[in-house]
């Protein structure tokens, strides 16, 4: 007999063993087929990566593809006893698995307390373990699950909810998934399916077929369910209550050609509500059906905003999560944010790492803060849109006063006041401790987001949007002003001897302290997103990320450097070093002489100014915040947050401050 022929003989006598009934024998007997036999010198081919090819469920198109190219090198194992290379093959192909890899699907973040009834066993879900089909899957209060089935489905399983795999297989390029949803919320990113795959969504009285979409599902009540869509479309049909499948077949049939022929096709920003009456059912029969038909409440898909999404923050939170990387995701995960009124100062630690305070006695109709922490006085002030500003310590509110203008750009606290640039063009200073006002002053233009104030040597300095720099004492006496002919694009920053700021169209103007004169200019060439002065040179990033550095005393360009991505945050300059930060999630870390020393991705939009104090960055973006090790880059500790509503975030010796949803206090121990 030969070698191959042994081979596969015992193949035929392992196959009629019950015991090896898991191993997909067809693909097996494909393998040998395909395999040259030598005995020659040949180099010994991977047999393993072979095998590793027959495990998965590949077609037959790939597997032929494997074969062509890895068999090009004969096997070299004649003095190998064809029972032990088998015996080999079939411990490869069995172990750790008593089901194909793509008949399970994967929990890839969990947290809480998720469990898994599977039979007669209760299974406590940790990360990466396995789900299979007929799995029932729980979550408890304030617990979810993330699960991954293949590369192109993610679902999450919220707070309270049931869920069944019903049904769970990829062969080949053939997906068919059915969840059952028993109560709670799911919600699903599923990419473009192939035309005869099959995704469905199933509750008590609906069931919906998915092409690529983003949507949720949530429960309300025993029997009524809501579908919202993110992205994509879904068909929508009303099902017979499980606890009516009793009826008779004649029946059933009759009312679900009648649901299918009235399904509903939802899309995009769309909701649909489906109710159900189980009166309809009972004494149902053949005489009384089509009047019955004709009251049942079919699904109707409404356009409708975010705000009526019942799902609307979860499905916001899983879609920015879903595209983020792994790596990413699970860290964001890691950990959820307490609350509980802070007792102790402002300053001083917490033994939770994240704690929130009650904010109820600010106004309502403000649509963003600016968040400010006053050192010499312990207190935290909160600056609305609408002109309330309100200061607090640890436990209760100290002074609260309404300037009755709209706050323009981030104000600035020295020496026990608060200096503010407010709507018609006025600039104001309010006594911290108190919350009296001390002076007003009308200027010539308002500041705005991007445009703030500086104080620099005890003077306040002000650049407004016709085009007028401003010196005034801290006292709110005009020094001097200097007129430019076009807005300010950027916040103006302080050197020894001179104010720097740059104007519309990325020009960048020194203007000497003392007297007001502009005695430097230079071009950027575009918009410019922050400025920064140390010795005799200006840093300046344009928004479109190039960096400039330009010494003032040679007049001269030194050095340049294109960080490819968009900047919208300042430079933060330490050390001799710059920090910069892109909008797409990077951070930067550069000499003075224009060498790259790090880069660090964290994922996120970054269109909050970061902060730093003498050991890290500490950057917030939209649902998480990051603290990045100064020296070497990486990320060393991160948190998922509510979503931040304040424009800014503040820091004290120890903590960070933010306002967040629910108009909250978030503070974190750094």
Known sequence: MSFDSEIKDHIRRLRSLSKYKDINWDKLIFLFNNLELDCDDSPPVDYRSLLGAARRNISHDETKGIFQKKISAKLKFALIPAAVLLAIIVSLMTNNSSVPLLERARAISVFGDVRVARGSKKIILKKDDFLLKDDMVYTGKKSFVEIAFGDS?????????????????????????????????????????????????????????????????????????????????????????????????????????????????????????????????????????????????????????????LLAEELIDFIQNSKDPQELRELKLMLKPKTGKIKNSIAGKKEHPVSAVSLSSLKKKAKYHYLLYAKNADLLIFLYSNGIVEARDSENEKWIINIKRRIASKPVIYKNRLYIAAEKEILLAVNVSGGKILWSKKISGKLTDNVGLVISDGYLYAATTKGVLYKLSLNGRK?????????????????????????????????????????????????????????????????????????????????????????GTDIIFDDNSLFLFTTEGKVVKMSSSGRLLWTSEIGNRITRNPLSDNRNIFVAVDRAFYVIDKNAGNVKWSVVVPRIRSKNVAISKSRVFFVSDKKGITILNK
């Open 153 to 309: 489905h993610l679902y999450r399983l919220s707070e309270r909810s049931k869920l069944r795999i019903s049904k769970i297989l990829k062969k080949g390029n053939l997906t068919t998934v059915s969840l059952s949803l028993s109560s709670g919320a799911v919600l699903l990113n599923i990419k473009k399916l192939f035309s005869k795959d099959s995704v469905s969504v199933v509750t008590p009285t609906s069931v919906a077929a998915v092409r690529g979409t983003i949507f949720g599902v949530k429960l309300k009540g025993e029997f009524n369910t809501r579908y919202e869509v993110y992205e994509g479309k879904i068909k929508i049909g009303k099902r017979i209550p499980d606890s009516h499948n009793n009826l008779d077949e004649a029946l059933k049939t009759k009312l679900k050609e009648y649901f299918e022929k009235n399904s509903v096709i939802v899309k995009k920003n769309s909701i649909c509500d489906v109710e159900v009456n189980n009166r309809i059912y009972s004494g149902l029969n053949k005489s009384n059906i089509d009047k019955r038909l004709k009251r049942i409440k079919l699904p109707v898909a409404v356009k409708a905003s975010k705000k009526k999404f």
């Open 479 to 567: 020094i001097w002003e200097s007129d430019f002919d076009d807005f300010f694009e950027t916040t103006p920053v302080a050197g020894k001897h001179m104010i720097v700021a740059s104007v519309n169209g990325g020009r960048v103007f020194g203007v000497d302290k003392r007297s007001g004169f502009k005695v430097i200019r230079f071009l950027v060439k575009s918009k410019v997103s922050s400025i920064i002065v140390n010795k005799k040179n200006i840093y300046a990033v344009s928004k479109a990320g190039k960096v400039i550095c330009y010494n003032y005393d040679m007049d001269e360009v030194l050095w340049s450097y294109d960080l490819k991505a968009d900047v």
